[in-house]
């Protein structure tokens, strides 16, 4: 299995950015397909961003799209989130996930590893 670690989350102005990073362990990180997902008070969690295992296809919510950007490095068993033009309503938890395909899928079922979570507030 494979363990992730996030970081980045924070308090950040309406129009900022963040970056988050996922660092993984275990198994070999380049066999995975990867999600950024993120649940807000009240919400179903939802998937922000998923990167193919090559890192070759990407897929975006609409409500991030143009404003956020998934990449990742097989090299350092990390993968990204580069968030820009921050609003409100990105505020929450935000996850990342692993599952042992090579192609995306914005379900979170289809996750099997996890990690702790990082939070994100935006706030003026």
């Known amino acids: 299995q494979v363990q992730l670690v996030e970081s980045g989350g924070g308090l950040v102005q309406p129009g900022g950015s963040l970056r988050l990073s996922c660092a993984a362990s275990g198994r070999t990180f380049s066999n995975y397909a990867m999600g950024w997902f993120r649940q807000a008070p009240g919400k179903e969690r939802e998937c922000v961003a998923a990167?193919?295992?090559?890192?070759?296809?990407?897929s975006y919510a609409g409500s991030v799209k143009g404003r956020f950007t998934i990449s990742r490095d097989n090299g350092k068993n990390a993968v990204y989130l580069q968030m820009n033009s921050l609003k409100f309503e990105d505020t929450a938890v935000y996850y990342c996930?692993?599952?042992?395909?090579?192609?995306?899928?914005?379900?979170?079922?289809?996750?099997?590893?996890w990690g702790q979570g990082t939070q994100v507030t935006v706030s003026s």
């Open positions: 996930a692993a599952r042992d395909r090579s192609y995306i899928s914005s379900d979170y079922a289809e996750y099997a590893y």
């Open positions: 990167i193919s295992k090559s890192g070759s296809t990407l």
